[in-house]
């Protein structure tokens, strides 16, 4: 049966507080609780607790038809102990249905894959424990990397961990003339499905949905069936990979974002040949048409499809090369508040805060961030990374004098 | 004798460095008795009462005096006479006319009413403000009894020009800073017409250092004879001993100052990359803000000096004193600088200085290292060395105290009266 697979990336990063030069050597507290506290509990209101509730009830509703799966980053998790214990009970209580499939990933929506494969493994060993510890043993089979980041390489990596599949991008300039619905292989490790973002009905709820100028605005339940319906019928699986925050928070419920997908599996299920399944049940059931070859990393951000993002502009360069020749220094240390601060300091957020593509995608570049220009960003970063360096240092001296 | 002094504005509210200076000479004159009417644009109250102040918002114009419309006809000639703006089209200058003209009218009313509220800060409508300065000058000339008229920089020199005029007293043009410091090549004509007609008006000029002066031979074309050189000087002489402690165990090398063009602050950087390669041991401080910081901000993490080299945007008020109290080396490297008092407040901070040679501050200071702006790799050695051989950074650090104790501003108000003397018996 053709099949539609919903995944939804569950992410805040843990937000630097304005860092002062002089607040260097003495000053060891980094994070922003107050503005992280906040968001936490407004994306909460508006799209977690809201959406969470509507899933329920349609998981219910059609007793296994209708399924979906999530990653939750470390550090979202971390924020909902701390801040919303009530959303991470929800998650649970979505898990429970035994109709929601969740990921790994990298413990704190890390850029590491692309430099460090010992840090890698490390970072998605923890999110697993955290994974196994919140949701009653619950082990993951299917792998995420940050910002749907994925390389021939990665998946090498990300194969040799034991996983069985990997989501990522269905770029065009990977997938050239072929389709992002059908189920791909890794080029050099054949056991690794992959699975790629269908961009273009994806994006037409993620980022599309609510704009007004989009010559097919409004989208309806109707039009999104009919547009199913136009898929070549031999094409087996339509990949929808979004952002949970489109529900709710990126598109504001007044959009009817909420009252689309109350009516869609219905519609789906009564009116088109295509299912639901999850991630796993995509591999399980459907086989590879063959290999998918990407020798440089993409992602699913911006129109390049690439690392641009997050990495390349001097300013990302100089913090990201910075922050890894730590590694090993860090990882001599037993201090857990140094290893806490070490992967909240990784999160892809704050090199995306520095991107200066004004032109095509600032604009929403600008949207996720605190700081006012990105020359901003790295100014505040880099002083809380040097703090980060002496704390480092002192405590080496410390572990030498012990 | 009695003076009748013009400036722009008055310690506590000041917003540029000549606020300050006008303070320090007008306590040295105080010092030495001297009779001065002080004018400014605007006073609030709070200012420390060391003259007879005259607020300008205060003075009502009595135009029945015909001279005042001469006075007048001379400033808006001055105006749309130096209204320049190339490269408009035909149809975008008739609209720039037409508004312009329009405008005329409106400032026309209102800086021909009887009175006028000045902002007295450096607005959009400061042209409008300098103009309406001068009218009321020319009231107050005509109201006091003085022996000789002395304004502050180009915002009072038509003040001190229409005074002039009145009374028929002599004029002196003090030259704190020229268009070409403040604006580097891209001069604005009005402003440079203003300074000129000023110098040109003057009796006698006094430039703040032997580089303004310079400037004012070459590029205003005014006779080397005419013009004197009376070097700033430091309000507090005293040393300050801050309990701010240091909290990273590196050295500390600071900027401070505008990041404008101006100021050089590039070369600083370039000199601080060099350093960082051959020293673990040292931090490079950024502070401000200006058009130039972000591009600083990028060439840092070009360098790739980033963990090593720190920003910290505009300081204010304790906030510099602490930068200076924690700082080993502090670095001026401008490109054009007419005097520059700030390393003299890092002295007071002990802490030793490099100086650019554009820097008026240079003439005076000895104890400093001076280095030519451009310079890069003799930045970096001076800031070496200075950080690592404690014999010259001691030496600097108590030559320079007692050097600061000499450059004080009764010294500088005493040579100012002097010029006074001379400019009235010639």
């Known amino acids: 049966m053709r099949t539609i697979c919903f995944y939804f990336q569950v992410h805040q990063p843990f937000r630097l507080k304005p860092y002062r030069f002089f607040e260097i050597g003495d000053d060891h507290d980094y994070w922003d609780d107050y503005s992280n506290r906040n968001i936490m509990n407004k994306v909460a209101k508006k799209c977690y607790l809201p959406m969470n509730q509507l899933l329920l009830e349609l998981i219910h509703k059609f007793q296994g038809k209708f399924k979906v799966c999530f990653s939750l980053s470390g550090c979202i998790l971390d924020q909902m102990e701390a801040y919303a214990p009530e959303v991470l009970r929800s998650f649970q209580e979505l898990v429970d249905t035994g109709h929601v499939e969740l990921l790994n990933e990298t413990y704190s929506h890390s850029l590491c894959a692309l430099k460090s494969e010992s840090e890698f493994k490390h970072m998605v060993q923890l999110h697993q424990e955290k994974i196994k510890h919140h949701f009653k043993g619950y082990e993951p089979k299917v792998f995420r990397n940050t910002e749907l980041i994925y390389s021939d390489s990665i998946g090498e990596m990300v194969a040799g961990m034991g996983f069985d599949g990997i989501l990522s991008e269905g770029a065009k300039h990977i997938l050239g003339w072929k389709s992002p619905n059908f189920v791909y292989v890794n080029a050099h490790e054949p056991k690794l499905k992959v699975l790629l973002k269908n961009f273009r009905l994806s994006d037409d709820i993620a980022f599309r949905f609510g704009e007004k100028t989009w010559s097919d605005y409004p989208l309806t339940t109707d039009k999104f069936i009919g547009w199913l319906n136009q898929v070549p019928q031999e094409d087996e699986v339509i990949n929808l990979f979004m952002d949970y925050e489109t529900f709710g928070e990126h598109q504001w419920k007044e959009t009817g974002i909420f009252e689309f997908m109350r009516h869609l599996p219905e519609a789906v299920l009564n009116r088109t040949n295509f299912g639901f399944s999850t991630p796993s049940e995509v591999i399980a059931n459907a086989s590879p048409v063959g290999k998918i070859n990407v020798p440089i990393p993409i992602s699913w951000a911006d129109e390049e499809r690439d690392l641009t993002a997050w990495l390349g502009n001097d300013l990302q360069d100089e913090a990201f090369d910075r922050l890894f020749e730590l590694e090993a220094s860090v990882k001599r240390s037993s201090n857990p508040e140094i290893q806490r601060d070490w992967l909240y300091l990784q999160t892809s957020d704050h090199f995306y805060y520095m991107c200066t593509k004004f032109f095509s995608d600032g604009d929403i570049h600008a949207y996720f961030s605190p700081y006012e220009s990105p020359y901003e960003a790295f100014i505040n970063y880099m002083n809380v990374l040097s703090d980060f360096i002496l704390r480092l240092k002192q405590d080496e001296k410390e572990r030498i004098a012990s | ?426």
């Open chain 2, 1 to 426: 004798m009695k003076v009748l002094m013009f400036g722009w504005e008055f310690p506590p509210h000041i917003s540029g460095g000549l606020g300050t200076a006008c303070y320090g000479l007008v306590k040295g004159m105080a010092h030495h008795k001297q009779d001065l009417i002080f004018v400014v644009p605007r006073l609030w109250g709070d200012e420390d009462p060391l003259a007879e102040f005259v607020n300008a918002s205060d003075v009502e114009i009595d135009y029945r005096e015909r001279r005042f419309r001469d006075i007048w006809k001379n400033l808006t000639y001055l105006e749309v006479s130096s209204f320049l703006i190339p490269y408009l089209s035909p149809e975008e200058y008739h609209n720039h006319t037409e508004r312009l003209l329009r405008d005329q009218d409106e400032l026309e009313s209102s800086v021909l009413a009887n009175k006028f509220s000045f902002s007295g800060k450096y607005g959009k409508d400061l042209i409008l403000e300098v103009s309406r300065y001068a009218l009321v000058a020319a009231q107050i000339a005509k109201n006091k009894k003085f022996d000789l008229i002395h304004a502050h920089d180009w915002l009072s020199f038509p003040a001190g020009i229409a005074a002039k005029k009145m009374s028929g007293k002599p004029l002196i043009a003090h030259v704190h800073a020229t268009e070409f410091d403040r604006s580097g090549q891209t001069v604005n004509q009005r402003v440079y017409d203003i300074e000129r007609a000023g110098m040109e008006a003057a009796d006698k000029i006094i430039a703040v250092s032997q580089l303004t002066k310079n400037t004012i031979v070459t590029k205003y074309g005014i006779a080397e004879e005419k013009v004197v050189v009376v070097h700033n000087a430091v309000l507090d002489t005293s040393i300050i001993r801050s309990r701010e402690q240091k909290k990273v165990p590196e050295k500390i090398v600071t900027f401070l100052g505008r990041i404008t063009f101006q100021k050089g602050p590039e070369y600083f950087v370039e000199a601080a990359y060099k350093v960082i390669r051959k020293d673990d041991n040292v931090r490079f401080v950024m502070a401000g803000s200006g058009d130039l910081l972000n591009r600083m901000i990028q060439r840092v993490a070009e360098l790739r000096i980033g963990t090593k080299f720190h920003f910290t945007g505009f300081l204010k008020g304790d906030d510099v004193d602490k930068m200076f109290a924690l700082s080993d080396v502090y670095v001026m490297p401008s490109v054009s600088e007419p005097f520059g008092i700030s390393p003299l407040e890092a002295v007071r901070h002990n802490t030793p200085v490099i100086i650019s040679k554009q820097s008026g501050v240079a003439e005076v200071l000895q104890n400093a290292v001076k280095v030519d702006f451009w310079d890069i790799d003799a930045m970096a050695d001076a800031i070496f060395a200075l950080l690592h051989y404690n014999g010259i950074s001691k030496m600097f650090k108590e030559m320079g105290r007692e050097e600061l104790k000499r450059l004080k501003w009764e010294h500088v108000a005493k040579k100012v009266i002097d010029i006074y003397t001379q400019t009235v018996n010639q």
